[in-house]
């Protein structure tokens, strides 16, 4: 999916290439995992509900949801799940199971446990470095002639005019390469193309 850019996103929103809107967020923890998925190559999709049941008897769900191969499960990270009481927690879990969605469940271990961590955030930082198209182009066209290779290589075949570095990590967060990120960010880390 390709995000709107009519929609202007709130501050405390989550802007990826795999959202179609903005994702509400509280920050903090739940922001690094939603970087993470968007850097996550499983992650092909990633969605948000607010609200669901009926006028009525509205349901107040406040979820991220992830479609990977297997399907849509929602975010369930254990230190940000929401004090509900026990109706409000019986509606939440009928109205997640009436939608087919199993639990992505994280630990705040898991979001945090490194080299992941910091790899995603340093890769992230990049996301708005401009990349020109002839960079673009000449960049997925060495992926898709070559294949996976290290950072370092792609960088040695298309050295310019711009960094190659900055360009490829920038291309990693518009979902238009994979780059490992269970691994430091290195010379040889490995790089992919999306395609």
Same mark, same amino acid.
């Given at each position: 999916?390709?995000?709107?850019?009519?929609?202007?996103?709130?501050?405390?929103?989550?802007?990826?290439?795999?959202?179609?809107?903005?994702?509400?967020?509280?920050?903090?923890?739940?922001?690094?995992?939603?970087?993470?998925?968007?850097?996550?190559?499983?992650?092909?999709?990633?969605?948000?509900?607010?609200?669901?049941?009926?006028?009525?008897?509205?349901?107040?769900?406040?979820?991220?949801?992830?479609?990977?191969?297997?399907?849509?499960?929602?975010?369930?990270?254990?230190?940000?799940?929401?004090?509900?009481?026990?109706?409000?927690?019986?509606?939440?879990?009928?109205?997640?199971?009436?939608?087919? %969605? $199993?639990?992505?469940?994280?630990?705040?271990? #898991? =979001?945090?446990?490194?080299?992941?961590? *910091? /790899?995603?955030?340093?890769?992230?930082?990049?996301?708005?470095?401009?990349?020109?198209?002839?960079?673009?182009?000449?960049?997925?066209?060495?992926?898709?002639?070559?294949?996976?290779?290290?950072?370092?290589?792609?960088?040695?075949?298309?050295?310019?005019?711009?960094?190659?570095?900055?360009?490829?990590?920038? %291309? $990693?967060?518009?979902?238009?390469?994979?780059? #490992? =990120?269970?691994?430091?960010?290195?010379? *040889? /880390?490995?790089?992919?193309?999306?395609?």
């Amino acid at each position: 999916m390709r995000f709107d850019h009519r929609i202007r996103p709130r501050s405390a929103d989550f802007v990826s290439p795999k959202a179609s809107r903005p994702i509400p967020h509280a920050g903090g923890i739940v922001r690094d995992a939603l970087l993470q998925a968007t850097l996550d190559p499983e992650i092909l999709e990633i969605g948000f509900l607010g609200t669901a049941g009926t006028e009525a008897r509205p349901v107040d769900l406040q979820v991220v949801t992830f479609r990977t191969n297997a399907g849509w499960r929602y975010l369930d990270i254990e230190v940000c799940r929401p004090l509900r009481s026990l109706g409000e927690a019986d509606a939440f879990d009928r109205e997640l199971r009436a939608r087919g %969605l $199993a639990p992505y469940t994280l630990t705040g271990a #898991d =979001i945090l446990k490194e080299p992941r961590f *910091s /790899t995603a955030r340093a890769i992230w930082t990049y996301r708005r470095f401009s990349v020109p198209p002839d960079m673009r182009h000449r960049l997925l066209a060495a992926l898709a002639e070559d294949g996976p290779m290290s950072l370092h290589h792609l960088c040695t075949l298309v050295p310019g005019p711009l960094d190659p570095f900055a360009s490829v990590l920038s %291309l $990693a967060c518009r979902n238009e390469v994979e780059i #490992d =990120i269970s691994t430091p960010l290195s010379r *040889s /880390t490995t790089v992919r193309s999306r395609s």
